[in-house]
Structures are given as C-alpha cells and as structure tokens.
C-alpha cells in the first residue's frame, strides 16, 4: 500500500496541468490489469469504468463477476446505468435538482423526476478520462492512473475540478481503487466506483441469493415515498436494515417490491456512525484507512468479496429497475436483481442536509474515497466433501 500512496501523491501533483480529453475521435481500448491468480480487471477510460473482473472461485475456475457491456459507446452515449463507472461530481441523488452553497443557488440537471442523479447528462460516468501512468509487474499491468478534468459549470456545478482514478491490482486478489480530486473554488464532491456485483458471474441470473452482511448499526430512512433521505440516522435494531449478522438479498426483499423501490435502494452509516455523523467525520473519510464495511458471498459459486473503505456511507441497489433495453456482455438481457451495486461514498443529497457530514469541496482541500475489494473463494454449498 505503500506504493499506492506514492502513486496518489503523485497524482495530486499533476494535477494542475491536466486537460480534458477530447470528446472526438474513436474512444480508447481499456487497460487490462492481471495477477499470478489468474485474476483479471478490464479498465475503460470512459467514465475510468470497471467493464470486466474475472475471479476465481475455489477451484480456479474463472468468472466474470461484473454486470457491464462489451460496446464502449454504450458507456460514452448514456444507455449504460452507470455499470462500472466511476460516479461524479456527485454520485446518488440531489434533491430538487438544486443547491445553495455560501449564498448561491445552482441549478442542476433534473434527471430523476425533479432530482438529479449521479450528477446528471453530464456526469462522469459519460466522460472520457486520460490513462496517465501504468504500473508494471513483470510483464503486465498491476496498476493505472486515470484523470479527468471537470470544468466550471459542468452539469451546473461551480468550480473546475481535477479528479484522479487509481485502480490497482494486487496478488491476494485485492482490487483497490482510489478517487483524489481538487478544486479551485467551493463545490460539492462526491465521487465513488459503481460496480454491479454477481458473484456467480455476469449471466448467472439473480443475486437474490446471496448473502450481505454490513457493518453498520445504523440506516438512513427516506423522506416519505420519496427516494431523498430525511436527514435522520436510526438504528437498524429490530428492522429489515440490519445486516449485522448477513442476510440474503431477498430475505426481506418483499416488503419493497412494490414500493417507490423495487428492492433494495437503501444506505447505510458505517462504522457506527449515528446522528452525529456530520462532526464525526472530518475531510469526507470516516476512518483514516480502509476499514471492513460488508461481505458479500455466493452459497452457489463459493465467491465473496470483502469490502473495506474509508467512507462514512455505502449504498445497496439491487439493480431494481434493469429491463434489458440494453443487451449486455454476451447478449445478456439483464433483469430487475439480476446484480448487487454496493456504493461506499457520502450520504445522498448531504449538500442539501446540514445534519449529514460535508461533502463540500474547498480549494486547498482534498477530496479521497478509499475502498479495497477483497475476493475470496470457498467450496460452493452442495458440493461433495
């Protein structure tokens, strides 16, 4: 880990000459980063988007455990529901589309109903980043830095931010990503990876049945039928919330079917963050270094991922409203839970909730959202011992 601070180091300092890449022209070939495992992970620089993991499960046999596309246009031209990319300025949503920040209201792409989402037409999941550095291993890739430059009043947002992307593969099958950004005048920042997990691989139906357990105590409920939090962090005690101990995805499932929700759409507090969230958490992380936040495991396959992260929030979306307008990798006409997105970021709509840490971004400052993926693999349940 050493090296990769180096490397974010690095990136910070460059950050100041980098230019937006231009929009023109065929879009670049990912980059393609391995291990001794026989691991895998296809990098897109449009929107720095994660296309391809291939992960081995107990026996090495080797599965594609990302929802995605096999067409980069379909990441560039706004089909793609954020599968992989990397979300930004400010990922989930944005009440009323709009925000007023030391005294100015901006206004925003309405996207979602009257709320913008992962930060509209504009966001950065449609942009094209830069490669700017790719670290070696032998003979392949281990590691990639990507970079784009937001300018002022892109998506309606004040201030021109720098953003950094690093994606590192390492030999315990630990794939880690880390997002630093500037900017030059007061603007809000909230920028994470949006990877649709199916650990039984991307065409193996529902997730349903796999096993989530989060290390959180506490959620954050909505504001009436509305998908906008309401600016409380309850306990989980004694609700559907609670994790703690793992459940499966469709255990409880029934009672938001037919909701505003259509599954799991929810986000959680991590770290036993409570009601004083908004002083507990200093410079958008809430631990100084990744910490466990959550396990997802499938019975079927015997895959787990472990996730640990610096950020006070994770969101789960059960890929709800997935209708297969799209066909994905292969073909795949993926369905409502046919994959898990685990978010860890700030909480939704913060710039509009006084009572939720800040997720404001002021020159001099830092903007960093950590988190590690850590694979597992063990005997899939009903195999002959």
């Known amino acids: 880990m050493a090296l990769f601070r180096i490397l974010v180091a690095s990136a910070l300092m460059a950050?100041?000459?980098r230019a937006t890449v231009a929009a023109s022209g065929p879009l670049p070939e990912p980059v393609v980063l391995r291990n001794s495992d026989g691991m895998e992970v296809h990098i897109l620089p449009v929107g720095a988007?994660?296309?391809r993991l291939l992960v081995p499960d107990a026996a090495g046999q080797l599965a594609d455990v990302l929802l995605g596309f096999d067409s980069k246009e379909v990441y560039k031209n706004g089909s793609n529901p954020q599968m992989g990319s990397t979300l930004g300025r400010v990922g989930g949503r944005i009440?009323?589309?709009?925000?007023?920040l030391d005294g100015i209201t901006y206004h925003l792409d309405a996207n979602d109903g009257n709320n913008t989402l992962h930060s509209g037409a504009q966001g950065w999941d449609k942009q094209t980043f830069a490669v700017e550095e790719v670290g070696r291993a032998g003979s392949s890739p281990s590691w990639v830095r990507l970079a784009y430059h937001s300018s002022d009043g892109e998506g309606g947002f004040p201030g021109s931010?720098?953003?950094s992307v690093t994606y590192a593969l390492h030999e315990d099958n630990v794939l880690s990503m880390e997002v630093t950004a500037q900017s030059d005048a007061p603007t809000p920042v909230s920028s994470y990876g949006h990877p649709y997990f199916n650990l039984g691989g991307h065409a193996s139906g529902s997730v349903l049945g796999h096993i989530l357990t989060i290390n959180a105590s506490q959620y954050l409920p909505f504001a009436g039928d509305t998908l906008i939090?309401?600016?409380t962090i309850l306990p989980v005690e004694g609700t559907i919330y609670d994790f703690r101990q793992g459940q499966a995805l469709g255990d409880n499932i029934d009672t938001l079917l037919n909701t505003t929700l259509g599954g799991w759409d929810n986000t959680w507090a991590l770290f036993g963050l409570d009601q004083d969230a908004a002083e507990e958490v200093q410079d958008f992380?809430?631990?100084p270094t990744p910490e466990w936040a959550a396990t997802l495991v499938d019975p079927a396959s015997g895959r787990g991922v472990h996730i640990f992260t610096t950020t006070p929030g994770m969101v789960v979306y059960t890929g709800n409203w997935l209708d297969g307008s799209v066909p994905g990798k292969g073909g795949?006409?993926?369905?409502p839970h046919d994959g898990v997105a685990i978010e860890c970021g700030q909480f939704p709509n913060a710039v509009n909730t006084p009572a939720f840490p800040s997720v404001v971004l002021r020159p001099?400052?830092?903007?960093?959202?950590r988190v590690e993926w850590r694979f597992s693999a063990e005997e899939a349940a009903g195999t002959a011992r």
């Open 15 to 17: 950050m100041a000459a």
């Open 49 to 51: 988007s994660l296309q």
């Open 95 to 100: 009440a009323g589309a709009q925000f007023t």
């Open 161 to 163: 931010v720098n953003v």
């Open 229 to 231: 939090p309401a600016g």
């Open 285 to 287: 992380e809430a631990v």
């Open 332 to 335: 795949v006409l993926y369905a």
């Open 364 to 369: 001099g400052s830092v903007y960093r959202n």
